[in-house]
């Protein structure tokens, strides 16, 4: 599996950004699916992450309330909508894939995209 990830930009604190990653190579409608995010200096952190069929998620507790994860099999990518970006939120954010949901497990994602910029100014 393939990931691609896309829509990080620079944005005001408030402000809203939705991510995107296209997959390839093999659908994805059987994986679980993740967001993490690496700011400079800290760990790579789980931010959400989404079940195969969609009925489970999960969220941080930084993000919950103000962050949403979402899937269209059909479209083999997953989606974060972000809003009320604060500037703590400012990382390199990375979709992964699971072979199962694995909540925020790193560990367990097979699969990485390149990563996308996010940088939220105050």
């Known amino acids: 599996v393939q990931l691609q990830a896309s829509g990080g930009g620079l944005v005001q604190a408030g402000g809203s950004l939705r991510l995107s990653c296209a997959a390839s190579?093999?659908?994805?409608?059987?994986?679980?699916l993740g967001w993490f995010r690496q700011a400079p200096g800290k760990e790579r952190e789980s931010v959400a992450a989404?079940?195969?069929?969609?009925?489970?998620?999960y969220y941080a507790d930084s993000v919950q309330g103000r962050f949403t994860i979402s899937r269209v099999n059909a479209y083999n990518t997953v989606y974060l909508q972000m809003d009320s970006l604060k500037p703590e939120d400012t990382a390199v954010y990375y979709c992964?894939?699971?072979?199962?949901?694995?909540?925020?497990?790193?560990?367990?994602?097979?699969?990485w995209g390149q990563g996308t910029q996010v940088t939220v100014s105050s």
């Open positions: 992964a894939a699971s072979r199962t949901y694995s909540g925020s497990v790193r560990r367990a994602y097979n699969y």
């Open positions: 190579g093999r659908t994805i409608s059987s994986y679980g």
């Open positions: 989404i079940s195969e069929s969609g009925r489970f998620t």
